[in-house]
């Protein structure tokens, strides 16, 4: 599937640039160093004067990390984006929301995937367990219990994770970078942020219909690629026991 760039309207556009705008002045303060030099990097492929191009992204992206974009009509099965993973290709839709969803969308649109996801594949070692993810996904994929453990690593780590700069808790969750809502929020109530570990992570369940209340923060990338050997131990043991 391809993108169809120019069946983008000019309120396509102009959504994506109020979208892009709002939530990049927002972050400044909020999402984690990471994030922000590599959504700089990104410019001019990625920036709020139109949707971006997949085609340019994909040249940055695999020049810098061998990362590129497949799009999807929608959800697909989790053992397909597991392998997608495994093969470093990331999954994006190619719609954008209207002027009335500038806040609330019931499914994830392209600003969700590109300007949340997007970015932090440029970083190598993110981008490195991303594909170790998926290739642990698609070892494990069938086994209702240790994709349920995948889904909660997945959910309070690249949809919802924090990470610590200085002390402080920034936002690496592009759950969490794509949602101006969300982003403030965490900043100005009462949330629980815990340490990351990741056998109480793999054992948290979540839901989908709330905003979270409880958080995770990393110490570092390295922590969250270096928890996958933990991971493959786990899902061992876990199918083991079936
Ligand atoms: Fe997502």
Known sequence: MNQHFDQYSPRDHQTWG??????T?????????????CLETLTPDLQARQIPRFTGLDQR????????????????????????????RFCSSTWIRSPKQLD??????????????????MHSEYARFMERFGQIGKAFAGHPEAESQLERLYWFTIEFGL?????????????????????????????????????EVLSHSFR?????????????????ADSLDRVEQRLALVCAAV
């Open 61 to 88: 992206l695999k020049e810098a990390t061998g990362w590129s974009i497949e799009v999807v009509p929608g959800l697909i099965p989790v053992g397909e984006f597991f392998d997608l993973l495994s093969r470093r």
């Open 104 to 121: 609330y969308l019931e499914e994830p649109d392209m600003f969700h995937d590109i300007y949340g996801h997007v970015p932090l594949l």
């Open 25 to 37: 002045l927002n972050l400044q303060d909020k999402a984690c160093r990471h994030y922000l030099d």
């Open 163 to 199: 990470i610590l700069e200085d002390g402080a808790p920034k936002i690496l969750g592009a759950g969490i970078l794509s949602s101006y809502g969300e982003s403030v929020q965490i900043f100005n109530s009462p949330i629980e942020v815990r340490p990351f570990h990741i056998d």
């Open 18 to 23: 109020t979208l892009f705008t709002r939530q």
């Open 208 to 224: 989908k219909d709330v905003m979270q209340t409880t958080y995770y923060a990393l110490e570092s990338i390295d922590q969250l």
